[in-house]
């Protein structure tokens, strides 16, 4: 697999329009049988695009792996019942990082969207210059 370094402009730029596309996926004009889950789709997207740009020369799979494990223990980390944690789930800002409630489809929506992510980056984004490929 040759070596990755992304624009982390371009990606930083990806993570703010998938904010969007998440407060946007918050409205009426999204299908009831997919608003549940878009949300979690979405956030997990989100989180491979701020990966991506953190952490600019992991792999894809890697990027991918990471997302995976940050979303599985934010929403792991739903069932813990720690007075401080609960403090700051109350809060608008806890609520959109941390979520309020753990829920197994959860744990689909995150693995769906961070594949998302995946895939956007590898054959969309590839013919851009939003990442750049290095000999090895």
């Known amino acids: 697999m040759p070596m990755v370094e992304r624009n982390r402009y371009h990606y930083f730029l990806l993570f703010l329009m ?3 596309a998440g407060l946007f996926s918050r409205t009426s ?4 049988i997919i608003y549940p889950y878009i949300g979690d789709a979405l956030y997990a997207v989100m989180i491979y695009f701020l ?3 953190c952490l600019a ?7 991918l792996l990471f997302t995976i494990a940050i979303c599985f223990t934010i929403e792991m980390s739903q069932l813990l019942n720690v007075g401080w944690l ?3 789930r109350q809060t608008i800002p806890g609520k959109l ?3 309020q409630g ?3 489809s959860d744990l689909i929506a995150y693995t769906f969207g961070a594949l ?5 980056e590898s054959f969309l984004l590839r013919n851009t210059k939003a990442i750049h490929h290095k000999n090895p």
Not at 29 to 32: G, L, S
């Open 86 to 88: 609960n403090t700051i």
């Open 18 to 20: 998938t904010i969007a």
């Open 57 to 63: 020369r992991l792999s894809s799979l890697g990027v």
């Open 116 to 120: 998302i992510g995946f895939l956007l």
């Open 29 to 32: 004009y999204i299908p009831e």
């Open 51 to 53: 990966i991506g740009c």
């Open 102 to 104: 753990f829920l197994w």
């Open 97 to 99: 990082v941390l979520g």
